[in-house]
């Protein structure tokens, strides 16, 4: 097992990283000293596979538990899945001692993390991611939220978990799309911070796709140490934070625009990259070189580097990034690289220069 420390001072906690972990989640939450009673929130995909497995843990180790099973997908991030959460454990009758298991990918884990942080003006939360992408990126750091249908994460809150639990068994459950949506997250992580590992990712990307486990712990705990660095430094996205966002600001618009039931969040955030390194490569002086490379790794993985976009749906884009949480005094902001490894946040982009990225990754 591997672990990982998030460093907040008093909201310090630590990040599990290695196979069959989650049976261990009870004397976990136990050595944590968590209230005796919790809610476990998941999604009817996860559910029949790891529910009981969580369950049985936490009673052994003399838990009172509740159940909230929620509709699988994206459109289940929203107030009214939060709202119903908010009655069912007003009904289990959890106190402020009481805590909230997340069970699941991004979408449980935003969504229930949320309701942990707003229900009785917050109780304690524990993450157990079952995606790539989760293990990766949204169970870490503290950003929790839902989605309005103007655009993506545009209610939420920051608020830390106690624990992050990434039990790898999990992945071997997760449908290939899935997983190979969760690699983009892992392939920002070498193009904002770490030439090394983008390097380790373009010689064993076969393997990794294969789900290799002498390699998949190492890259997961290499992109938590990054995330982990980050927060650390800067929690709420005052400043170097911000570079996590590279490739999401026309990534979410994309979300947004296709009603997040085209693409995955993955899916759409390679888009985003691909976009992010053309307008580097124009305004920033990243090598057209590494641009060439970054792309070529999105394509071997599988993912997506463009798409079709008709004359409405380009406006509605560039619609959509207005509302991007990052635009300030309403200008949208970019995370922008110099090399693989090097980026820097807070990039103002003339929507022309936008418009000519966009003609190379659309059709």
């Known amino acids: ?206 393997k990794i796709l294969s789900k290799d486990s002498s390699v998949l712990g190492s890259i997961i705990a290499r992109c938590c140490q990054i995330k982990a660095r980050v927060v650390g430094a800067d929690e709420k996205e005052g400043g170097l934070r911000a570079i996590l966002n590279y490739g999401h600001t026309i990534g979410h618009a994309i979300e947004a625009i296709t009603r997040y039931g085209t693409f995955l969040h993955g899916e759409a955030i390679s888009i985003g990259q691909v976009a992010a390194g053309i307008l580097s490569r124009e305004l920033t002086g990243f090598p057209e070189g590494e641009a060439a490379r970054a792309r070529h790794l999105f394509e071997i993985t599988g993912l997506p580097t463009s798409l079709k976009l008709s004359t409405l749906q380009r406006k509605k884009l560039m619609d959509a990034m207005q509302l991007d949480k990052k635009v300030s005094e309403g200008k949208v902001k970019f995370v922008l690289a110099s090399a693989i490894g090097s980026v820097t946040p807070g990039h103002t982009v003339d929507p022309r220069s936008v418009h000519a990225a966009l003609d190379q990754v659309t059709s």
């Open 1 to 206: 097992m591997r672990t990982v420390q998030v460093p907040l001072d008093d909201r310090s906690y630590r990040i599990l990283i290695g196979p069959d972990l989650m049976p261990q989640i009870g004397r976990q939450c136990r050595r944590l000293k968590l209230g005796g009673a919790c809610t476990v929130i998941t999604d009817e995909h996860v559910r029949p596979l790891y529910a009981k497995t969580v369950l049985n843990s936490l009673e052994s180790a003399g838990f009172r538990t509740h159940l909230v099973s929620i509709p699988a997908g994206e459109p289940s991030k929203q107030l009214k899945m939060v709202h119903r959460c908010y009655n069912a454990l007003a009904e289990a009758r959890l106190d402020r001692r009481s805590f909230v298991v997340a069970l699941g990918g991004g979408v449980v884990g935003d969504m229930a993390g949320f309701v942990a942080a707003s229900y009785l003006r917050g109780v304690d939360f524990v993450q157990i991611p079952t995606t790539l992408l989760s293990q990766v990126d949204s169970s870490v750091g503290g950003k929790v939220g839902v989605n309005l249908k103007a655009g993506k994460n545009l209610v939420g809150a920051f608020y830390q978990p106690r624990l992050v639990l990434c039990d790898l068994d999990s992945l071997k459950t997760l449908p290939a799309r899935e997983y190979r949506a969760g690699l983009a997250e892992v392939i920002k992580y070498g193009i904002i911070d770490d030439a090394t590992l983008f390097r380790r990712l373009e010689k064993d990307m076969s």
